[in-house]
């Protein structure tokens, strides 16, 4: 999985409740995302990162945020868990800026239960 | 809006029988073409990037094609641990330029 961990890979938790979830990266690479996949939907992009500090909203932002304080780490937060964020999601890196070739490479996945 | 559908859903394939996975996009100036397979339980895993029509790219049975409208996977000769969902991405050519994913192909190659 291109030197990338996502912790917990498995969680269950209550609506209501807030939620972390931490990509961690040995690449040193510049760029990473986090996804969420659901049946029928394919990948869709929540958030991404183009440095420390650096970050902005992609498709299906609300509801998440994410903070960057450290290269290798990457953390997506749900506020508030709601029944509609039960998913698998991923966190990806790369090493190229977004306006060049954009290869991705992904985790392992995390897979979230809301209840 | 950047669009990719992905056909058929869900293919089945006895071993040694070759076939083709079909990606069709709509993209505002493509800029590369992706292709991943994923395993259950598992993150997508890279396979190729395509960057223009007529480019090709091989990795031991697959064949991966580019048209301005569509890719094409090959799958020749194919093994029961090709078995998995192939993933088809764009990037274009506005804004933060993401990808855009296809909904996959599930693949399952029979003994």
């Known amino acids: 999985d291109a030197g990338i961990t996502q912790s917990p890979r498995h969680k269950v938790t209550e609506t209501g409740t807030p939620v972390t979830l931490r990509c961690h990266q040995t690449e040193n690479h510049r760029y990473m995302y986090w996804y969420r996949q659901d049946p029928g939907h394919g990948l869709r992009l929540i958030h991404y990162?183009?440095?420390?500090?650096?970050?902005d909203k992609g498709e299906v932002s609300d509801g998440y945020s994410v903070s960057r304080s450290k290269t290798e780490d990457f953390l997506l937060t749900l506020e508030s868990a709601t029944s509609s964020q039960t998913s698998v999601y991923f966190c990806a890196i790369s090493g190229v800026p977004p306006g060049t070739y954009n290869e991705q490479f992904f985790g392992p996945g995390t897979r979230l239960t809301v209840l | 809006e950047d669009q990719v559908t992905q056909s058929p859903e869900a293919l089945r394939l006895q071993e040694g029988e070759s076939s083709s996975l079909n990606c069709s996009y709509t993209?505002?100036?493509?800029?590369?073409l992706f292709w991943y397979r994923q395993d259950p339980g598992k993150g997508p895993e890279f396979l190729f990037t395509l960057y223009s029509a007529g480019e090709e790219k091989e990795k031991e049975r697959l064949k991966a094609t580019l048209t301005k409208k569509e890719s094409f996977l090959h799958i020749t000769a194919p093994k029961p641990e090709d078995s998995a969902t192939y993933l088809c991405?764009?990037?274009?050519?506005?804004?933060?330029?993401?990808?855009?994913f296809g909904t996959g192909t599930r693949l399952l190659v029979s003994p």
């Open positions: 990162s183009y440095g420390v500090k650096d970050t």
């Open positions: 991405a764009v990037q274009g050519n506005t804004g933060f330029q993401k990808l855009v």
């Open positions: 993209v505002s100036g493509l800029r590369g």
